[in-house]
């Protein structure tokens, strides 16, 4: 969609306008649109770990992660054209499959790290993407029908400031899709290693989102049927942690161990979904919320 206006970056100046193909700020066109985030411990590198280790967002969690956001998104906003975007877009595979799945969505990127939304504007020329700090956003409220965030809030020291500017940012009957690590017990290395604040509990997220005003409609874990295995590997991790030198390999080949088991994983998880269409399960290894701002 043209003619996008987005919030000054600095004071003094125009609005940013999304032309098509490019943001127009001050006369000079640029691909990505950057506001200032501050520090944190996230990082492009970071990124580029998750993408290598998970084989480019093929790991059969994360196909089952994003089957189910679009899933949620078709359910709660029934087919209308609608504006979406996605917070923590990273390599743009979400954004891919909405692409696809939603042909009639206007969808907008966000991200924390400039080069992975540089690097991601190259092979999506028609998409906006927008590089700001969640917690302090500068995007404006009633925006959007639709926000998506598959494990984002882990990586946000203040994860409350964050949800309140998602319900801000939403127009009003807007609906979040949410997906957050499960199991605050099971915090290990591979959360040290990718900076994660924390895991959650289920009623522990909806806790959070309604404290920020939003109504859930929706709640669930993701991985329930390989759970088990998941604790006993989570316990083991936990009980001989990495020296920090040590822990990017030990990840790398964690994910990447589970990455070999795409065919089973893929199998198992399409028998957990239509299970879920039915079934609340008591654990699993995410949780995923869909909640909707009061209109």
Excluded at 31 to 50: C, I, K, M, Q
Excluded at 270 to 278: P, S
Aim: proline share 6%; glycine share 8%; charged share 25%.
């Amino acid at each position: 969609m043209k003619d996008m206006m987005f919030p000054p970056v600095s004071v003094g100046e125009d609005s940013p306008i999304w032309n098509g193909g490019a943001f127009v700020r001050s006369g000079k066109t640029m691909r990505v649109l950057a506001y200032e985030v501050g520090e944190s411990g996230w990082s492009d590198e970071l990124t580029e770990l998750h993408e290598s280790a998970t084989e480019s967002g093929t790991h059969f969690i994360d196909v089952a992660s994003r089957d189910h956001a679009i899933n949620e998104l078709k359910r709660a906003l029934g087919g209308r054209p609608a504006s979406i975007m996605e917070v923590g877009c990273s390599a743009g595979h979400l954004l891919a499959d909405m692409r696809r799945s939603l042909p009639h969505a206007t969808l907008i990127g966000g991200d924390y790290t400039l080069g992975t939304l540089v690097k991601l504007g190259e092979q999506m020329p028609d998409i906006p993407l927008v590089r700001f700090n969640l917690a302090d956003s500068p995007l404006p409220s009633d925006t959007y029908d639709a926000m998506v965030l598959l494990n984002v809030l882990e990586h946000i020291e203040d994860d409350v400031a964050a949800t309140g500017h998602i319900a801000r940012m939403l127009k009003p009957g807007g609906v979040a899709v949410i997906e957050v690590p499960a199991g605050p017990e099971l915090f290990d290395d591979y959360d040290r290693q990718l900076q994660h604040f924390r895991r959650y509990t289920l009623p522990g997220l909806c806790k959070l989102i309604e404290g920020a005003g939003l109504k859930v409609e929706r709640r669930n874990y993701l991985g329930a049927l390989i759970y088990p295995a998941f604790y006993l590997a989570k316990k083991l991790s936990q009980s001989s942690p990495k020296p920090a030198a040590e822990r990017e390999k030990h990840v790398t080949n964690a994910i990447g161990a589970t990455s070999r088991l795409n065919p089973i994983g893929h199998a198992i998880m399409a028998v957990e979904e239509a299970m879920a269409r039915a079934v609340t399960f008591p654990r699993g290894i995410r949780c995923v919320v869909t909640a909707r701002k009061p209109s």
